[in-house]
């Protein structure tokens, strides 16, 4: 069992950055693939960003290419996103998520199998 808990959010004006965090309790991240999924309210969760455990392969939301930054620091048993350009339809409950699917369909919510609680990230306009 993974346990993720991530960092980071908070309320900031269009044209800011935040940088989300995500770590694990008891567990190390360093063989999992991890996501990072949204969900606004009375939408659907959505991609965001995935990365593979190997750092080889990176995947982004076409709504995030160019702002949004996914890495991962094995040694510190962490997931970041770093999110640059807000704007306010970036609004949403943030979530990290871990896999161990093979295949892995990075932007595919049910290829996840242990999430976190999420963080909140608000963009003002």
């Known amino acids: 069992q993974v346990q993720l808990v991530e960092s980071g959010g908070g309320l900031v004006q269009a044209g800011g950055s935040l940088r989300l965090s995500c770590g694990a309790s008891?567990?190390?991240?360093?063989?999992?693939?991890m996501g990072w999924f949204r969900q606004a309210p009375g939408k659907e969760r959505e991609f965001v960003a995935a990365?593979?455990?190997?750092?080889?392969?990176?995947r982004y939301a076409d709504s995030v290419k160019g702002r949004f930054t996914i890495s991962r620091d094995n040694a510190k048993n962490t997931v970041s996103l770093q999110m640059n350009s807000l704007k306010p339809e970036d609004t949403a409950l943030y979530y990290c998520?871990?896999?161990?699917?093979?295949?892995?369909?990075?932007?595919?919510?049910?290829?996840?199998?242990?999430w976190g609680q999420g963080t909140q990230v608000t963009v003002s306009s």
């Open positions: 998520a871990a896999s161990t699917a093979q295949p892995w369909y990075s932007s595919l919510s049910s290829a996840y199998a242990y």
């Open positions: 008891g567990r190390t991240l360093s063989t999992y693939d």
């Open positions: 990365i593979s455990w190997s750092r080889g392969s990176i």
